[in-house]
């Protein structure tokens, strides 16, 4: 394995989903750092659906936190205390998410935020900075809390901020033997 590979290898094993964090505010470069490394991810089509509004004002994010993780979302609350909130929304294009989903069946946009969302993560732990992915939302919350134009679908939420955590609990991983196969489904 070549240098760089470890160390990419390194920083992935190192990132964990961070749920809480200092409350100290994360510098705009940073985050605007991580949206450089989200340039650079690759989309179906190119299409780049990938949308982010940033909530770093305490205000915003209140009211965020009060309509986007209430009732049967409540789990999220812990989210009230990340610094901020990176909302990511997908804008659908024609060719890949519509003709192409389709034909094939596969929702595209899907892949797409994952990958550019995860681009955004690796480059955040590589500052120092933890995130962790959240799912469990209210997209009608969200829509209502942010003002979200109605070609915006809001489809993740990160959590961002500099981690206040001790040690993080292992996680047991599924092994390659698990997961991979190579050119059939026999072992
Ligand atoms: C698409 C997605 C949605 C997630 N949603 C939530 C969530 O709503 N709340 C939460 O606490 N964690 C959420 N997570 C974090 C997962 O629980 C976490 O990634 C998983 O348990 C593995 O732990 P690790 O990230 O520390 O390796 C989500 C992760 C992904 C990728």
């Known amino acids: 394995m070549s240098e760089n590979n470890s160390n990419l290898l390194s920083l992935i094993k190192a990132r964990r989903s961070t749920r809480k964090f200092k409350q100290r505010p994360v510098e705009r470069e940073k985050i605007l750092q991580c949206i450089e490394a989200v340039r650079f991810a690759p989309s179906a089509e190119h299409s780049q659906p990938w949308r982010f509004l940033i909530v770093d004002d305490p205000a915003k994010k209140e009211l965020l936190v009060k309509h ?23 804008e659908l294009d024609f060719l890949a998410n519509r003709l192409g989903k389709q034909i094939t069946g596969i929702h595209y946009y899907l892949i797409d935020i994952g990958i550019g969302g995860e681009h955004f993560v690796l480059q955040a732990q590589e500052l120092g900075l933890g995130t962790c992915w959240i799912g469990w939302f209210s997209q009608k919350g969200v829509r209502k809390a942010l003002d979200v134009p109605r070609k915006y679908k809001p489809t993740a939420i990160l959590a961002l901020g500099y981690p206040d955590v001790k040690k993080y609990q292992d996680k047991i991983r599924k092994e390659p033997a698990e997961m991979c196969w190579f050119n059939n489904f026999e072992k």
Do not use: D, E, M
């Open 68 to 90: 986007a993780f209430s009732g049967v979302y409540s789990a999220t609350r812990w989210a009230a205390k990340a610094p901020v909130l990176v909302v990511i929304l997908a």
